[in-house]
Each structure stands twice: as structure tokens, then as C-alpha cells.
């Protein structure tokens, strides 16, 4: 009985696998080696990334008002944490064009009174008064002063208190301005640039701003008058259910009466 040969089956080689490079193959590495080998060169490569990513970011540096104001801003620059800003009422119309209010603002007229009294027996104190016919010494940041300039402000009339208990602090600042479309276009421009340019804080005695400590601050149009609303806790500290920063803004608010009588000496009393 004669036993034929069947010819030997030629091996099927195994499908290149997804994890295999000419190189590495080239050197004998087998492919579940390539596959460990690309995985720890590509964890590698992620915490590089993240690494010089966070050098980046920190090299950036953190934000201060004189890298924002793109200018050197003074020893007493601070700001609020927050701002609104709120257009001229109707009311102020008669007061919306300086040409017919032409008389500057007095420091009789503006501090009359030197102690403010709102809801809750809450009362605040004139502490400091200044009045400047050169704006830019009021306000800090280049973009601030400049647009100051370009509305052509010629008086800015600071007054800071401070509440009887000692708990709040608050500055009125009011700057006398061309005409309510400048007013207005400040107020709206510091919506967003109130962080790279504010006014600067007066000194009064003790009681300041704290540097990194939390305040609010507003700004309203009244005619061609700006009006911007500063205030904190003394401490620095955030306001609490305690706080009423509300009433406290409408009782710091009683330093603008100045501009309700010039709109009364205009168009006169209401019969």
C-alpha cells in the first residue's frame, strides 16, 4: 500500500496588528511590547503637555488693576468686586446739557449736609470732602482718565463716610461732565472697564477701602452729572443677610441732592 504525501499547509501569517511600526518591528520588538511601549510615550507626552501648560498660565501672572489700567496705578488703587450701571431719569432733562448749568459745583453746595440718614437708623458721616477741577487726580487708569478727558470734565467732587456703628464705609464720587450723552456713555463704559480704571479712594484717616477686600459699585447718569456709588464693610469682609447694601447705596445716594436742586432752580418749584 503506497502512503501519498499530502503537501504541508503553508501558515497563515497573523494580521499586522494596529500597534506594530516598522521600526520597532525592525528591532524585534513583538507587538504587545510596541502597544506598552506607545501607551507610556503617549502618558508621557500628556503630563509634559500639562506641565507646560501650567507654565504658561503662571507666567501669565496674576491680574492686577495696573496691568489691566495698561498704566502705574497709585498706592491707594482699589476696586469694587462688582458694578451696575443705571441710564438718567427723565427727571434729570432739564440738567442734561452743561451750558445751561454752567455754575461749577461748590463744596457749600455739595456737602451741605455731613450726616446722612437712611431707613434703620442707619447714618453715615462725612469723614473726608475734596473737590477737583482736574478730574484725572480723582479717577485711576489710562482709559478711565482718558475718557474723563474726552467728556470734558471739569470738576470731580469726592466725599467719603462712614456708618455711625463703624460697620460701613462709602464714597459719592460726582463728576460734572459736557453733556448726558457723555454721562451716559461713561457709566456704560465702565459696565465692563470698571476693573481696569475707578475712582481713587480719599483718605480718611483709619477708614479705607481694604486692598483685596470686598466692595460694591455703581454708577448713574443724572443730566450731564455722573454719579458713582462706592461701598463696603469696614472689615473688607462680604455682606451678610445682616447687610443691607441696598438701603446702605440709597442712604450714600442723599450726597446727590446737590443735583435735585439745580434741576429745581431750573425749572422751578412744582405748584
Not at 476696586?79 to 441710564?87: I, V
Not at 459745583?105 to 477737583?132: C, H, M, N, P, S
Request: hydrophobic share 40%; aromatic share 8%; net charge positive.
Amino acid at each position: 500500500m503506497t502512503t501519498t504525501r499530502q503537501a504541508p499547509r503553508k501558515r497563515r501569517r497573523p494580521p499586522r496588528s494596529d500597534w506594530q511600526f516598522p521600526v520597532l518591528t525592525d528591532l524585534g520588538v513583538a507587538p504587545n511590547r510596541q502597544k506598552l511601549i506607545v501607551i507610556v510615550a503617549t502618558v508621557i507626552g500628556v503630563v509634559a503637555g500639562a506641565c507646560g501648560l501650567v507654565f504658561a498660565i503662571a507666567s501669565l501672572g496674576s491680574f492686577t488693576p495696573d496691568r489691566e489700567a495698561g498704566g502705574t496705578v497709585g498706592g491707594n488703587a482699589v476696586l469694587p468686586a462688582t458694578y451696575n450701571g443705571w441710564s438718567s431719569p427723565k427727571l434729570f432733562e432739564p440738567v442734561l446739557d452743561r451750558a445751561k448749568d454752567a455754575k461749577p459745583l461748590t463744596d457749600k453746595e455739595v456737602f451741605a449736609q455731613k450726616t446722612l440718614t437712611g431707613d434703620k437708623k442707619l447714618t453715615l458721616k462725612l469723614a473726608a470732602r475734596q473737590i477737583d477741577a482736574d478730574c484725572s487726580a480723582a479717577v485711576w487708569g489710562e482709559e478711565l482718565r482718558a475718557k474723563v478727558a474726552d467728556a470734558e470734565c471739569s470738576q470731580a467732587a469726592r466725599g467719603f463716610y462712614t456708618s455711625s456703628d463703624g460697620r460701613y464705609i462709602g464714597q459719592y464720587t460726582l463728576l460734572n461732565l459736557r453733556d448726558g450723552q457723555a454721562a451716559a456713555d461713561l457709566v456704560e463704559s465702565l459696565k465692563l472697564g470698571y476693573r481696569g480704571g475707578w475712582v481713587q479712594a480719599l483718605p480718611a484717616g483709619s477708614a479705607t477701602f481694604p486692598r483685596g477686600g470686598y466692595s460694591e459699585g455703581a454708577g448713574y447718569a443724572l443730566g450731564h452729572y455722573v454719579g458713582l456709588v462706592w461701598l463696603g464693610r469696614a472689615d473688607g469682609s462680604e455682606p451678610t443677610a445682616r447687610d443691607d447694601f441696598v438701603g446702605l447705596a440709597l442712604t450714600l445716594r442723599g450726597a446727590e441732592k446737590a443735583v435735585y436742586r439745580r434741576v429745581v432752580t431750573i425749572t422751578g418749584p412744582k405748584s
